[in-house]
């Protein structure tokens, strides 16, 4: 009977106690060594099993299963169910993680669970974010000495709908992440540099792409009421019953806040999401996940620092405060998962969005128009849809095992009245500056592959994109369509050796690229538009004794060409070549089953390489970031945590002249569980700390002034703030 079953595969799936298939499981067998993970829907295939082997599968979160191999095993499809545990990462081995930096996030989602839509993009490490424009504008992020502005360079995705948007009417790149509700958030999987196959335009800092849950533990309504009349309800259900072949969640959020302003921000949000997952067979599964969301915003925008010393205005007042404006956005996407074969899987994502966008700004009060002043209009209706797919093959050549992987993708805006105009009280048009569509494809391939020879993982890789930019510009009097068209080629190589169980060493090296905004493209015959980031990245990932964690990353990322989007001018002005050299740390320890500490420090030095020396500061580039905290989760019915961020003050300009000011902001929060009721405190800026949330080096002008002051502009962070929130779950 056993040597009929000799060197025979399992198949089987990996499934939590909802019948839902559980990804990157590793599963081992002990007697052979043969191991894999589990694809994103549970499924595994393993060969070269004998009967009598034992069988181990273990998963963070989750209580190991070892089965004993019987004769039976290899003629079924084997189903294996995982029960949760207590969180320990003492039993972690990294020497098992598809990628040992993925484990942060897991430690993270666990110990401090997203709670707003600013902190899902603060689940990446060193990842820094701020708003400056009423709560409905998307957040500026700072990422790896970069002021990515609202995504330039940091490529974002949830479920495979890519965020960034291509020449948009603010800013190249535009990344709003408000049509996300975090308490669906099931994952988030990051990557910084430019070195991942799969991963194309903007991804030059990082990416982040974030995963939705196809199921919620449990029915919740929550209630959140704090300061500043902010309110915020949310309700998570799931519309079917447990079932591993059929699961359907529906989340509403509705948000409202005037802020800490003097000028009400009569702020407010809705949002709806909906997901639809069907197993289809033990070896296919479809999803259908839907969204929507609308807002409405007025904003005190960014002031000046002579006013406020002045005495004109407060920190929370205004000098334009008719700025503000209102966007929303629907998605629709379908994904596709098949387990070809044993060896072969399949995956592909079709989206549609369609997105509005209408935003009043003032950035330099009466420096252009001492009348009527300097408020801006930038408008614009835009229609997203594409493809992406992915195959991936696992074989073994002699004694190398080898994972492919394939895919190709399809992505087309058109973005319809993209508009940038000179405005009176968000009521008259007085000028337009651009208007026109803008019509841009881009369709990809790539390629990688993970050459694993024992404890060394050799993965070669190449990407090529193809971009074509159509533009027609509506202040012109005679009808003309400008067009462009440009390739490029982006090979990666990441090198990664396991040590030990407990120690990774690895480099990763690659070239990404972000894109420039059509209406430049076009005027510049599709030259130099597509500038080359290389990155390189050299670290270490290790446990020095069973409950720490720790990563150190030194990196280096040169840009052929940065890009400034000068918004109230629409024009996008080339900065030259830059170059940027870090040190990333993370670090991770569980004191006991109930108490976690966490630490992420980067410090990077970020310069021009095309002026001279003191005046080749990258303005606004983050120098020195730090985040950390304490977490207690779930001690007797007590969960809490105090949480700190520190960023260092750096450049406002060219010369360092003038300093965007640093600062330390600390937040806590507590909660308690009795039976299915959830009562919590969080407390913002427990110290009340006068900070400035956005900072840049503006040049403008007062109505009462005669000639313009260049200074430092800024949005002030929120003081301390307090709310309280209860939850049913049912």
Request: glycine share 8%; aromatic share 12%.
């Amino acid at each position: 009977m056993e040597s009929h079953a000799q060197n025979k595969i399992i198949q089987g799936a990996i499934q939590d106690y909802f019948e839902t298939g559980l990804a990157e499981t590793y599963v081992y067998n002990s007697t052979t060594e043969q191991h894999t993970h589990t694809l994103e829907n549970g499924v595994f295939s393993l060969p070269k099993n004998n009967v009598g082997d034992t069988l181990v599968v273990r998963l963070l979160g989750y209580e190991t299963k070892k089965i004993k191999l019987k004769e039976s095993d290899f003629t079924t499809f084997l189903t294996i169910k995982l029960n949760p545990k207590i969180f320990q990462l003492d039993e972690l081995i990294l020497k098992q993680e598809i990628d040992p930096m993925r484990l942060i996030n897991k430690i993270d989602i666990k110990t401090n669970p997203v709670n707003s839509s600013q902190e899902v993009l603060r689940k990446v490490p060193g990842l820094f974010i701020g708003q400056h424009a009423g709560g409905g504008k998307a957040e500026q992020i700072f990422l790896r000495g970069f002021d990515v502005d609202h995504g330039t360079d940091v490529a974002i995705s949830v479920d495979g709908l890519p965020v960034n948007m291509v020449s948009h009417a603010h800013g190249q790149g535009y990344a709003d992440l408000h049509f996300v509700i975090p308490e669906t958030i099931n994952k988030v999987d990051f990557g910084k540099g430019p070195h991942y196959a799969d991963q194309g335009n903007f991804n030059t800092a990082g990416y982040v792409s974030f995963v939705t849950k196809e199921k919620f533990d449990t029915n919740q309504l929550k209630l959140e009421i704090g300061d500043f009349n902010t309110l915020r309800t949310v309700g998570l259900f799931n519309l079917l019953e447990a079932s591993g072949k059929q699961n359907a969640t529906l989340a509403l959020e509705y948000i409202e806040s005037d802020g800490p302003f003097e000028s009400p921000q009569n702020f407010n949000r809705i949002n709806v999401n909906t997901k639809y997952t069907a197993q289809l067979s033990d070896n296919a599964k479809m999803s259908f996940a839907a969204s929507h969301f609308t807002s409405q915003w007025d904003a005190s925008g960014q002031i000046p620092v002579r006013a406020v010393d002045n005495g004109l205005i407060s920190r929370f007042g205004a000098i334009d405060d008719t700025e503000g404006g209102e966007t929303s956005r629907t998605n629709i996407s379908a994904t596709y998962n098949k387990f070809i074969s044993d060896k072969t899987t399949f995956k592909t994502t079709a989206f549609y969005s369609h997105y509005d966008f209408e935003l009043y700004s003032n950035f330099t009060f009466f420096l252009n128009n001492p009348i009527n002043g300097d408020q801006i209009r930038q408008r614009e209706d835009r229609s997203i849809f594409g493809f992406n797919s992915k195959i991936n093959t696992k074989s073994i050549i002699g004694d190398t095992e080898v994972d492919l992987n394939v895919g190709i993708g399809l992505r087309n805006d058109d973005s319809n009245d993209n508009e940038l105009s000179r405005t009176l009280n968000r009521k008259e048009t007085l000028e337009n500056i651009s208007l026109g569509d803008v019509n841009e494809t881009n369709a990809y391939v790539f390629t990688d592959a993970s050459f694993n020879v024992g404890e060394l993982e050799i993965t070669p890789a190449v990407r090529l994109d193809y971009f074509k930019n159509l533009y027609q510009d509506a202040l012109q009097n005679k009808f003309k369509t400008q067009s462009a068209t440009k390739t490029i080629v982006s090979p990666k190589l990441k090198i990664s050796y396991n040590a030990a169980d407990n120690i990774n060493i690895f480099i990763k090296s690659g070239i990404g690229f972000h894109s420039n905004d059509t209406r430049v493209v076009v005027q510049r015959n599709g030259n130099s538009i597509l500038p080359k980031a290389y990155g390189v990245d050299a670290g270490v990932s290790w446990k020095p004794f069973s409950s720490l964690f720790v990563n150190t990353t030194a990196w280096y990322l040169g840009l052929e060409q940065e890009f400034v989007y000068v918004g109230d001018a629409g024009i996008v002005e080339p900065s030259g070549e830059t170059r940027r050299l870090g040190i990333d740390f993370s670090a991770r320890y569980q004191i006991n089953d109930w108490l976690f500490l966490d630490s992420d420090l980067t410090y990077t030095h970020a310069r021009s390489l095309d002026t001279p020396e003191n005046q080749n500061y990258i303005p606004l580039a983050p120098k020195v970031t730090a985040v950390g905290g304490l977490s207690i989760d779930k001690f007797k019915n007590f969960s809490a945590g105090i949480q700190y961020r520190y960023l260092g003050d750096r450049a406002a300009n060219e010369d360092n002249s003038m300093i965007a000011q640093g600062y330390t902001v600390v937040d806590a929060n507590i909660n308690y569980t009795l039976k299915n009721i959830t009562m919590g405190v969080s407390l913002e800026n427990i110290f009340d700390t006068k900070w400035n949330e956005a900072q840049f080096a503006t040049e403008s002008r007062l109505n009462n002034e005669t000639q313009p002051i260049e200074e430092i502009h800024f949005t002030p962070g929120t003081p301390f703030f307090i709310k309280g929130s209860i939850t049913y779950n049912f």
